[in-house]
């Protein structure tokens, strides 16, 4: 169970679009780009992807509205890769200058940024306007569906899973479907059938794999099956195009594997931040490797650095990166239960539940030692 509690909070929804694949993901914080003050150096940094720099050159190119917004949605999927966060902040001022009204797509990506930032109202008002201009917009429909998820709000997560059923996308209909299903405390059967449909499926696009292997690992972790959970993420994070993983699964896999392997998640992150500066989340954990086996205090400095910035800047978007750091890292039992309180305020799935009763009592415990100790509380 504390395993379970553990495990990072959700923050900021992902959804990928269809065009790549549709993903409906567990959340993360895209506004966790590390600052330039606080940066290491990396001899080996990874290249802008081809595809990328080819929708730049024709939106410099073309200067019109339509190419911006193909490039901000380009911007946001690569956002959601370890170590590309500041793409958000590209994506948005993007959008800013890419006024197109007349675009389901231009309003979609308005959507996926404010639901990013917890503007839940604002993302589903901007959806409502994709929806119109594309009644039968199958991502409309899905970034709805995650962000009632985020919500708790499970009936009306379902009731966008049923309309796919009169667009003839059987297997999004059945995804969709049973990952509600395990939040609505059906695991048991839900996760049986999961696994049935993922044998049937031979070939289908990778952001739609995503999703899949994160409903499977979402599920068998909630059985109490951790190391299942944990080979369900390792066929995607151990395989080729691993580095298009989005960041959310590579926290939930250090999480399910820290306390196992310390030293494969000190190896595999560690790569990864020669490549691309982490994220607070995937820093973290990082730094907790490290911690773990004793190699020194480089990451551990580097997330105190990060974390005071983020505690200056009264950053509410962070509070489950917080929350963990003054759980795990550094602990302090009362900023702990502060931020996790916030969190849950913002998102309520699943890991924020948890990540909020495990503080609650660690700071219940710590209270009841400061009475004994007859210290002041």
């Known amino acids: 169970m504390e395993q379970m509690m553990l495990q990072k909070a959700a923050c900021i929804t992902l959804v990928s679009f269809l065009m790549a694949g549709t993903a409906a993901l567990p959340a993360i914080t895209f ?59 590209k994506a948005q001022q993007l959008l800013k200058k890419a006024h197109n009204p007349s675009s389901a797509a231009y309003w979609l990506a308005l959507a996926d940024t404010s639901q990013q930032q917890h503007q839940f109202e604002d993302a589903l008002n901007y959806l409502a306007k994709a929806q119109q201009l594309k009644p039968d917009y199958i991502n409309a429909l899905l970034m709805k569906n995650r962000i009632y998820l985020v919500q708790n709000n499970t009936a009306a997560a379902l009731a966008e899973c049923k309309k796919l059923l009169g667009q003839q996308e059987l297997f999004l209909l059945s995804l969709c479907s049973l990952e509600v299903a395990g939040r609505q405390g059906k695991t048991q059967d839900s996760y049986k059938a999961l696994q049935l449909l993922a044998r049937q499926q031979q070939s289908i696009p990778l952001a739609q794999q995503q999703w899949l292997i994160a409903v499977l690992a979402e599920q068998a972790e909630a059985l109490h099956q951790p190391k299942q959970a944990r080979a369900w993420l390792e066929q995607l994070l151990f395989a080729a195009q691993s580095e298009l993983a989005p960041l959310p699964l590579w926290v939930k896999w250090a999480d399910l594997t820290l306390k196992q392997d310390a030293a494969l998640v000190y190896q595999k992150l560690q790569y990864l931040q020669q490549h691309q500066q982490l994220e607070d989340a995937l820093l973290l954990r990082l730094a907790l490797a490290e911690q773990q086996l004793g190699k020194g205090q480089e990451y551990q400095l580097l997330m105190q ?47 924020d539940q948890l990540l909020f009763t495990l503080a609650l009592a660690q700071s219940q415990q710590d209270n009841a030692r400061s009475v004994q100790t007859g210290e002041q509380p």
């Open 305 to 351: 650095q990060r974390v005071s910035l983020r505690e200056q800047r009264q950053d509410t978007l962070h509070s489950a990166d917080l929350a963990h750091y003054y759980l795990r890292l550094a602990p302090d039992p009362k900023k702990a239960l502060y931020y996790a309180r916030l969190n849950v305020q913002q998102a309520q799935e699943p890991d």
């Open 31 to 89: 506004a966790a780009s590390p600052e330039a003050g606080l940066m290491l150096k990396s001899k080996n940094r990874v290249v802008l992807p081809s595809s990328v720099k080819q929708l730049e050159q024709q939106a410099s190119q073309s200067q019109s509205a339509a190419d911006q917004v193909t490039l901000a949605q380009a911007y946001l999927q690569l956002a959601r890769q370890p170590g590309w966060s500041r793409y958000f902040d």
